[in-house]
């Protein structure tokens, strides 16, 4: 495995776990239960499914994989959106900023790598 997919194995996992690190930390009530469990889905997806893709049966495995990788950090982009409109304490603020540029940055990789892999 080369260092590049190590990396990105790396920190896909921390994004993952620090997601639900920063969830754990957010007050709860019932309105905010979806998009916690939604966000923590889609936020650990983007890891598993990347680490899937590390050994797939085929190209067509692994960009399938890929794909999935890329659809579950856009989608943990929407979630992030919506806690932050529902959590409106500053204190908050820069946390869910971090993480949505982190998901942004991750789902533009992916689409590279689903791109490269296609040709």
């Known amino acids: 495995m080369n260092e590049k997919t190590t990396q990105?194995?790396?920190?896909?996992?921390c994004f993952g776990v620090n997601i639900l690190k920063?969830?754990?930390k957010l007050p709860y009530?019932?309105?905010?239960?979806v998009p916690i469990l939604q966000l923590s889905r889609s936020s650990t997806s983007v890891g598993a499914n990347y680490e899937e893709a590390q050994g797939a049966a085929s190209k067509r495995d692994f960009s399938y994989k890929i794909g999935i990788s890329y659809r579950e950090a856009r989608e943990s982009v929407y979630w992030l959106r919506v806690l932050n409109e529902?959590?409106?304490d500053e204190k908050f603020v820069i946390e869910f900023e971090e993480y949505k540029t982190e998901a942004c940055e991750l789902?533009?990789?992916?689409a590279a790598i689903?791109?490269?892999?296609?040709k």
Do not use: A, E, G, M
């Open 8 to 13: 990105l194995l790396d920190r896909t996992f």
């Open 29 to 33: 009530n019932q309105v905010y239960k």
């Open 86 to 88: 529902l959590y409106v």
């Open 114 to 118: 689903k791109i490269s892999s296609s």
């Open 22 to 24: 920063f969830l754990n």
């Open 107 to 110: 789902k533009k990789i992916f």
